[in-house]
């Protein structure tokens, strides 16, 4: 499996932003796909994740409500939708995948597929 995150950028604080990651290499429909976060000299963070065949959303307390994670099966593609940005969303964000949903799908050891981070900036 590989993944190909793209679509971060600055944006001033109330903005949006679309990210997108591709996954290649083919899926399943338990497939979990989702996405962190990492802040300069912070541990890296869950925001979000997906059942690749549907019935599993999840999202961390801070982004709820604002962000939306959402699949396109046709074309492989896990976006994340990104409303209301404020200056903590500042981050490097990473897609990430496993082969099997999980309920412990907050935790980053339980991904063994990383996209390269795209970089997210929201000024004030």
């Known amino acids: 499996v590989q993944l190909q995150a793209y679509g971060g950028g600055r944006v001033q604080a109330g903005g949006s932003l679309r990210l997108s990651c591709v996954v290649s290499?083919?899926?399943?429909?338990?497939?979990?796909l989702a996405w962190f976060r990492q802040a300069p000299g912070k541990a890296r963070e869950f925001v979000a994740a997906?059942?690749?065949?549907?019935?599993?959303?999840a999202y961390a307390d801070s982004v709820k409500g604002r962000f939306t994670i959402s699949r396109d099966n046709a074309r492989n593609t896990v976006t994340l939708q990104m409303n209301s940005l404020n200056p903590e969303d500042t981050s490097v964000y990473y897609c990430a995948a496993r082969i099997r949903w999980t309920t412990n799908y907050r935790s980053t050891n339980e991904y063994g597929y990383w996209g390269q981070g795209t970089q997210v900036t929201v000024s004030s």
């Open positions: 997906l059942r690749w065949g549907g019935g599993r959303y």
């Open positions: 290499g083919g899926t399943s429909s338990d497939y979990a």
